[in-house]
Nanobody, 123 residues
């Protein structure tokens, strides 16, 4: 089993900043990709940013230049620094971790989601 602990959401005024954290724990053998997705009311979940084991990053066009994703391999933690927040950034933000879990000599693909944290940007 793998657990994802998200933190850092909240209410902020437009132009402000927030930092999201997601710590993965449990029977993790390796992590390939860690990412953040978001889902606003009435909209589909979309990728915000991701980072691979080789630190290759990918961003949605709407957040490029404002958001920065980073990770701490020793802590299996991914961060999302969000600057210059806009009301349209308001959404539930979900952490996602893809990789391999271990159970004894067994290995299995993992694709886990956090429970989500609300980011609410007021105008």
């Amino acid at each position: 089993q793998v657990q994802l602990a998200e933190s850092g959401g909240g209410l902020v005024q437009a132009g402000g900043s927030l930092r999201l954290s997601c710590a993965a724990s449990g029977s993790i053998f390796s992590i390939n990709t860690m990412g953040w997705y978001r889902q606003a009311p009435g909209k589909q979940r979309e990728l915000v940013a991701s980072i691979t084991s080789g630190s290759i990053t990918n961003y949605a066009d709407s957040v490029k230049g404002r958001f920065t994703i980073s990770k701490d391999n020793a802590k299996n933690t991914v961060y999302l620094q969000m600057n210059s927040l806009k009301p349209e950034d308001t959404a539930f933000y979900y952490c996602n971790v893809k990789g391999t879990v271990a159970s004894g000599n067994l290995r299995a693909v993992m694709d886990y989601w956090g429970k989500g944290t609300l980011v609410n940007v007021s105008s």
